[in-house]
Nanobody, 123 residues
Framework: QVQLIESGGGLVQAGGSLRLSCAGA?????VAWFRQAPGKEREFVAA????????FYGDSVKGRFTISRDNAKNMVFLQMNSLKPEDTAVYSC???????????????????WGQGTQVTVSS
């Protein structure tokens, strides 16, 4: 059983930066970030495959967001730069041990989820 705990959300002005953290998943887990804004479907943000595998980003965040890991501390980070009001959402991290590469962007591929952290970007 894996317990994921996110932190680092908050209120930031457009153009600013935030760094989200997700504690609890080690190197044997693929980890992803998803987000969901009010009234919208959950959206894939970024994923890091287990054991130093591939990294993928959603189209809307490419070039602005960076996912990274500190496997010694079982931590995964999401550095978010050049934030836009449309990035406002609840951000959740998810982890799974059997996520195949083609499914890294699918929420259904992950077994464990954190409680989410709110990110609000003001214009």
């Amino acid at each position: 059983q894996v317990q994921l705990i996110e932190s680092g959300g908050g209120l930031v002005q457009a153009g600013g930066s935030l760094r989200l953290s997700c504690a609890g998943a080690g190197r044997s887990y693929s980890v992803a970030w998803f987000r969901q804004a009010p009234g919208k479907e959950r959206e894939f943000v970024a994923a890091s495959k287990a054991f130093g595998g591939s990294i993928f980003y959603g189209d809307s965040v490419k070039g602005r967001f960076t996912i990274s890991r500190d496997n010694a501390k079982n931590m995964v980070f999401l550095q978010m730069n050049s934030l836009k009001p449309e990035d406002t959402a609840v951000y959740s991290c998810a982890a799974g041990q059997t996520v195949i590469q083609s499914s890294l962007g699918r929420a259904s591929a992950y077994n464990y989820w954190g409680q989410g952290t709110q990110v609000t970007v003001s214009s």
